[in-house]
Structure formats: structure tokens, C-alpha cells
């Protein structure tokens, strides 16, 4: 197995290792140390069924379902990413950290590319350690006090996941979900600082109205996305990306209107955040 870092802020492509084989202890722990290491890890030509894909993700957590969206036919924790031919927006395609509006938001996302169109469709990511980290003492004194206002309600990423809900929503798919996390989030594992905010999801913080909360949060948007905290994936079929969703975020590039994009994604259970 290789890992061959693909930008300088986070993201690496890991080649020599068979994931519909089976893994063994220590390749398992080598990618959970890389997923660490860089946030965000890719797979080439990894054609999975979804049995082995399951397989594969639960080595590194508990698969769980998405609320919004059904499942696969005997596979209820694989939902697809899909954006058709006719469709204008895609699914998700907004800067966000995977559903942040749960009280246990999932630790990680893998995304299994099926059918994708002839170019475009690229996704960023970014590296919410770095984002912290930039900040000036003085205001990261101030967030560490702040809880943030997650909702599923946010106009903008509703409108990125209606098509979805209308033709395979889930029986929960009009339940509106909130729930309050630190804005600066230590992670569980690595004990790094992360800014745990996004634009899809945070509408303000606690004890403040979303008028008071907005110049603040704006500022935080802009600024965790800043092009040096950042990668981008170019997709092939049967590529897979694993993200850690307590300290990246990630953004699906829909600019390829006219051609159908599908994947499969499953979310891994989380913990709630400190």
C-alpha cells in the first residue's frame, strides 16, 4: 500500500490495496491512520458491489441511515447521489460538514463513483484544522465560547437534496432536524481544534438572533474555504472518497448540466461533539 499526498492542505490517493478483497488489521489501521493524517483519502478502480462496499466501510465504524433519503433495496444505509440529465441542482452541492444538524453528526462519509459525466463534476474539500488554526488568538478566544445552531431547514441545501426527497424520500424525509454544537470542535481522536461551522447547516449561534449571528458567520464561511485550506478530486468510475467529517468539509462542483452523475454514499455513526 502507497499514499501519495495530492494537495498541501489535505487529501491523499492510496493505490496497491484491494478493497472488495477484504482487508486485514493492520491495511485497516494504516488507512484509518491516513484518513487521520489527511482528512480525506481516495481509491482508484474499486468496483464494489454494494454488499462489499458495506463491507468495506464497516471496518472503520457503523454504517447508519441517511434521514432525508431511502436507501438501496436491502441496502438501506447506501443512499444515491444521483443528479439526472434534466436536473439543474445537484445533490449536496453546497460547502458542508455531513449532516451537522444531528446530535451525533456521522465521523465519516465514502462516496463510491457509478456513472459520471464526461468532465466537471469535480468535489472539494477542506481542511478545518488549518481554517482554526489561521484565526487570530483573539477570536478564537471568543468562538471556544460559542455554540452553534445547526438546521436542516436552510433553504439553500433544501433546495440541493428536493429532487431526492421527491422521487425516493424517506418516511422521516419531512421531519425538520437542529441541533446545537460547539463552534470550535476538538477532535475525538487526534485531540486537533477544528472550526465546526457551514454555510448548508449553521443558521446562527446560540443566545444571538440569526441577524446578530450573521456578519460573524459570513466571515467564518468565507474564511474556512479559502483556497490554501483546500483540495479537489477528480473523479473516475469505481474511485472512492473517505472523508472525516468532524474536521472537513466538502463541496460537489455542479457544473456539468446536461449528463447524469451518480454515487453511492454511506455515512458512518458518529459521536456528539465537544
Known amino acids: 500500500m502507497k499514499i501519495h499526498p495530492i494537495a498541501g492542505a489535505l487529501g491523499a490517493e492510496i493505490s496497491g490495496v484491494d478493497l472488495a478483497g ?40 457503523t454504517p447508519i441511515e441517511y434521514p432525508f433519503v431511502r ?13 439526472r440529465e434534466d436536473e439543474r441542482s445537484n445533490f449536496g452541492g453546497i460547502w458542508h460538514s455531513d449532516t451537522s444538524y444531528l446530535d451525533q453528526p456521522p465521523m465519516g462519509s465514502i ?14 474539500f477542506a481542511n478545518q484544522y488549518l481554517a482554526y488554526e489561521a ?19 436552510k433553504a439553500d441545501v ?44 449553521t443558521a446562527r449561534f446560540a443566545g444571538w438572533t440569526e441577524e446578530e449571528s450573521a456578519p460573524l458567520l459570513n466571515f467564518l464561511f468565507a474564511h474556512q474555504v479559502k483556497p490554501e485550506f483546500t483540495c479537489r478530486f477528480r473523479w ?5 472518497a473517505f472523508w472525516d467529517n468532524r474536521a472537513a468539509q466538502h463541496n460537489p462542483v455542479n457544473d456539468y448540466h446536461g449528463f447524469r452523475r451518480l454515487m453511492h454514499r454511506i455515512t458512518l455513526a458518529g459521536d456528539t461533539p465537544a
Open 135 to 153: 484565526l487570530s488568538d483573539g477570536l478564537k478566544r471568543m468562538l471556544d465560547t460559542l455554540r452553534g445552531v445547526n438546521t436542516s431547514a
Open 71 to 83: 436507501g438501496l433495496e436491502g441496502f438501506p444505509e447506501i443512499i444515491q447521489v444521483l443528479k
Open 111 to 124: 462516496l463510491l463513483a457509478r456513472e459520471l459525466p464526461p468532465y466537471g463534476g469535480d468535489t472539494l
Open 236 to 240: 473516475q468510475p469505481n474511485s472512492i
Open 158 to 201: 433544501t433546495r440541493t437534496r428536493e429532487d431526492r426527497v421527491k422521487d425516493s424520500g424517506a418516511a422521516t424525509a419531512r421531519q425538520d432536524y437542529a441541533a446545537e454544537h460547539p463552534v470550535i470542535r476538538t477532535h475525538p481522536e487526534t485531540g486537533r481544534r477544528a472550526l465546526y461551522v457551514n454555510v448548508a447547516h
Open 22 to 61: 477484504g482487508l486485514d488489521a493492520a491495511t485497516t489501521a494504516a488507512i484509518r491512520q491516513a484518513l487521520l493524517d489527511h482528512l480525506v483519502v481516495f481509491f482508484r478502480d474499486q468496483d464494489l458491489a454494494p454488499a462489499a462496499f458495506r463491507a468495506f466501510t464497516a471496518r472503520f465504524g
